[in-house]
């Protein structure tokens, strides 16, 4: 499994940009797909955008055209470049990594990181 941490979380008016990082840890061979989710206050968690060891990336409608997902494999981390932010996208934006390992798959979460928009 892997352990992710995620920073770059806060506050920026509407038309800003973010930057978030999500840095993992343990058994980064392992990992198949690396993404982005978030949740916000009274909603479930969804898709923001996905990469996978091959590169692939898909996004979120909502967010096509603003956000970038983008990996430094030398550093283990996957970024997330948020722009012409909007309020609606204020939500905890959490790190998602999953794989497989001796046969046992696994989903691993990071702790999440704040995003706050203003109008």
């Known amino acids: 499994q892997v352990q992710l941490v995620e920073s770059g979380g806060g506050l920026v008016q509407a038309g800003g940009s973010l930057r978030l990082s999500c840095a993992a840890s343990?058994?980064?061979?392992?990992?198949?797909?690396m993404g982005w989710y978030r949740q916000a206050p009274g909603k479930s968690r969804e898709l923001v955008a996905t990469?996978?060891?091959?590169?692939?990336?898909n996004y979120a409608d909502s967010v096509k055209g603003r956000f970038t997902i983008s990996r430094d494999n030398s550093k283990n981390t996957v970024y997330l470049q948020m722009n012409s932010l909007k309020p609606e996208d204020t939500a905890v934006y959490y790190c998602?990594?999953?794989?497989?390992?001796?046969?046992?798959?696994?989903?691993?979460w990071g702790q999440g990181t704040q995003v706050t928009v203003s109008s």
């Open positions: 343990g058994r980064i061979f392992s990992i198949l797909t």
């Open positions: 998602n990594g999953n794989g497989e390992f001796l046969g046992n798959g696994y989903d691993n």
């Open positions: 990469i996978t060891r091959g590169g692939s990336i």
